[in-house]
Nanobody
Framework: QVQLVESGGGLVQAGGSLRLSCAAA????????MGWFRQAPGKEREFVAS????????YYADSVKGRFTISGDSPGNTVYLQLNSLEPEDTAVYYC???????????????????WGRGTQVTVSS
């Protein structure tokens, strides 16, 4: 069983930065990729970024390309999301997720991961 715990959310002004962290416990050897999703009030959960542990391939939503960066430590225990040039539209609860076993790049952009954290709130004021 994999447990994911996010941290690093908060309130920031537009143009500011935050760094989110997600610590994973359990199932390290079988973890294929980890990702970040977000959900704003009244909206569906949407893909933000993902990283595969084999080859360290990264994928981003168009809305965050060039502003957000996903990274992770070597054992695959922790994944980070650096959020720069934040905009009020980035306000949401950010969720960390993990998958065991191969997923195609397209599948990594859909909320069909095996394990989910409880989320951390990011609020960007204008």
């Amino acid at each position: 069983q994999v447990q994911l715990v996010e941290s690093g959310g908060g309130l920031v002004q537009a143009g500011g930065s935050l760094r989110l962290s997600c610590a994973a416990a359990g199932g390290t050897l079988s973890r294929y990729a980890m990702g970040w999703f977000r959900q704003a009030p009244g909206k569906e959960r949407e893909f933000v970024a993902s990283i595969t542990w084999s080859g360290r391939r990264t994928y981003y939503a168009d809305s965050v390309k060039g502003r957000f960066t996903i990274s992770g430590d070597s054992p695959g225990n922790t994944v980070y999301l650096q959020l720069n040039s934040l905009e009020p539209e980035d306000t949401a609860v950010y969720y960390c997720a993990s998958v065991n076993g191969y997923r195609s790049p397209g599948d990594l952009m859909s909320p069909t991961y095996d394990y989910w954290g409880r989320g951390t709130q990011v609020t960007v004021s204008s």
